[in-house]
């Protein structure tokens, strides 16, 4: 089971673009399409109707920002029997607010009592006046220690905070990484991956594409062939069964999520 766990679709744009995210598709068994914040657009609607249209290969998360819109146990309950999303994405740096706000913590209470997993997109490239501050995985940490059954996903590894991240998934039991690439960005996707490796927490991370930014079937080749570029440098490797567990990984299962 290959599941693409990072991609997005451009709302509000001509059905070409959601041709090349379906053909994107093709090379994995399920992807998750995260909302992404559009003004002026119903962001969750249209990613609703996208995947229903593909649902033996599709699921939804719908965008929230508890800070502007009333976010109550009946709009949490309308996105997941109305509109059929499974789960919710949130860009605290670029919306500016602190994860660990006061109505961002009731947002959380509702997901983790709906089941509900929480993917935080706090990744590059960031917006001019995003609040980098935002961004960082520790700040996760009061969050991850007050819903310990929320399952929560820091996307892109938690870039540029790295080492956060990797404390953040061992210190939790339901803190997972998605470990997106990008294919041309060899020693970068190295020295994640090892480090990862040498932490013992391979079986915490879970495989992205990060799509329309890069493809599921590159992003796997770069994997699978991370120890071939070593050559004959005493670099460490990492093994190859362990990478293909990444890669291989139910996430939505992980996540507790049904199709």
Known sequence: MIVDCHT??????KQTDRAEHLAAAGSVNACIVLGSPVEGTDTN????EYVETHREKMVGFAFLDPLR?????????????????????LYNCEC??????????????LAEE?????FFHNTPPFASDAVLDYAQPYLLDEVA?????????????????IDQTLCMVEKHKNVYADLTIQPDNLWQTYNE???AHEQGIMDKLIFGSGFPFAQAGPCI????????????????????????????RDSLAILGIKK
């Open 69 to 89: 819109e009333r976010v109550g146990f009946k709009c949490l309950k309308s996105l997941q029997e109305d509109l059929h999303l499974k789960g919710c994405v």
């Open 114 to 118: 709906l089941g509900l997993p929480v």
């Open 96 to 109: 500016g607010f602190h994860p660990a706000h006061s109505r961002a913590m009731f947002f959380y209470e």
């Open 193 to 195: 991956v090892v480090a």
């Open 145 to 161: 220690r007050t819903f310990g059954s929320l399952k929560i996903v820091i996307g892109r590894m938690g870039r540029p905070f």
């Open 221 to 248: 080749e770069r994997l699978l062939g991370l120890n071939k570029f070593l050559g004959d440098t005493s670099l460490p490797t990492i093994p190859q069964s362990r990478i293909r567990g990444i890669i291989e």
């Open 8 to 13: 997005h679709i451009r709302c509000s744009v």
């Open 45 to 48: 609607k249209e990613i609703s």
